[in-house]
């Protein structure tokens, strides 16, 4: 008897109770978990049908393969477009271990990778607006700015600008924390670029944390010295000043400064008509950043102007976009977040003819569909520089 009563009330009791429960857990999770599930396989489908090479995580391979057999790191080119080392020497150590995996495997390490540091950019992101960033909103985020076109061609090509953006956003968004700076100084090292925050960090008054990150890049750069020291000579004398190795300014791939008036004016060398207006944003840049009031837009401000003054900004270093959405949406500007999503999901600047040397014959009505992201970062300046001045009458 009193076996079956205590059957009998478990019974009455779970029907009671499953239900609220399985209400809690279906809803916004499930719906963005399946959210990521289709986006991701819609994703690897893609990546299926068009046989991506994933050129760049290649070359970062052949870079890790050099150390571990002592050949030249910036001697050798790689892939169907000949592409060289380009990274300082501390970031070919980094990339070993890519050396010890079939270029299959490697392929699915970096889209998965890049997929999970998506996820944590979006934290990042959430962080640096100040909302909290609950699974259901971070699976549902990750799903949607996949497509972004510079976080879609960071995936596509193997590219490593998620790691280098959340490394950054990490250090930054923790002020006065033991060790702030250290991640920063890791990334200038891998990439250089970066090193624009230590910028940020002294504009803005944070001079221990610009002190950490120059000395931990500084050990970077000893690091690469002292077990690759023939390599270090060559990058840091000689590599470092041939901007030709990266690419060609002026295709439309650019998105900085330099691209945008080597297009407007049909010339790949466009000399002081691209020096000058460089000068002039790179200040106004360091002073809003000096300016502003809140530590996001200074960080923003921060990322856009090194990609604008940068002389090679390729689309899939822009995936500072993401931050960018977050910080529009939860400033209260909806519209505008969404108008920027719209912006870096368009992908005008791949529908323009863009074979051979055509980025430079492009008609005026073009020039706006082949340069729309230091287009928007020129006018986020310009708003911002607008506002400053207002307050300072104000005042």
Request: with cysteine; proline share 7%.
């Amino acid at each position: 008897m009193t076996r079956t009563r205590s059957v009998a009330s478990v019974r009455t009791r779970v029907p009671v109770l499953a239900p609220s429960r399985l209400a809690r857990l279906r809803s916004p999770t499930v719906a963005s978990v399946v959210l990521l599930v289709c986006s991701l396989g819609s994703f690897g489908v893609l990546c299926l049908l068009q046989g991506v090479p994933m050129a760049d995580a290649l070359v970062y391979r052949a870079a890790g393969t050099a150390v571990l057999s002592g050949a030249d790191l910036y001697g050798f080119t790689v892939t169907e477009w000949r592409l060289p080392a380009t990274y300082p020497p501390f970031a070919a150590l980094l990339f070993v271990p890519m050396a010890w995996l079939a270029p299959g495997a490697l392929k699915v390490a970096f889209v998965a990778g890049n997929v999970a540091l998506l996820g944590a950019l979006v934290r990042l992101s959430c962080r640096l607006a100040g909302r909290p960033a609950p699974l259901p909103a971070v699976c549902a985020a990750t799903a949607l700015a996949l497509w972004l076109e510079p976080v879609f061609q960071t995936v596509l090509f193997g590219q490593i600008n998620l790691a280098l953006a959340c490394l950054v956003l990490w250090d930054l968004t923790r002020p006065g924390a033991r060790g702030s700076g250290i991640a920063l100084g890791i990334a200038a090292g891998v990439k250089l670029t970066p090193a624009v925050f230590l910028v940020y960090l002294l504009v803005r008054g944070r001079r221990r944390e610009a002190a950490t990150a120059a000395a931990a890049f500084a050990g970077t750069v000893l690091l690469g010295a002292l077990v690759l020291p023939a390599a270090s000579v060559d990058f840091w004398t000689r590599r470092i000043f041939e901007t030709d190795r990266v690419g060609k300014a002026w295709i439309v791939d650019n998105q900085s400064l330099q691209g945008l008036v080597a297009r407007a004016l049909g010339e790949p060398s466009p000399g002081l008509a691209w020096a000058l207006p460089t000068a002039v944003v790179s200040g106004v840049g360091l002073w809003l950043t000096r300016r502003v009031s809140s530590d996001r837009r200074g960080i923003l401000l921060a990322a856009f102007t090194a990609l604008l003054v940068s002389p090679i900004s390729w689309s899939h270093h822009w995936v500072w976009c993401v931050p960018l959405i977050a910080v529009l949406y939860a400033e209260g500007h909806p519209r505008t977040a969404a108008a920027v999503s719209a912006v870096f999901t368009a992908r005008t600047l791949w529908l323009l003819p863009h074979q051979g040397d055509l980025d430079l014959q492009l008609s005026w009505w073009q020039q706006p569909l082949a340069s729309p992201y230091p287009l928007l970062a020129l006018l986020v300046l310009v708003q911002l520089s607008v506002r400053s001045s207002s307050a300072s009458m104000i005042r």
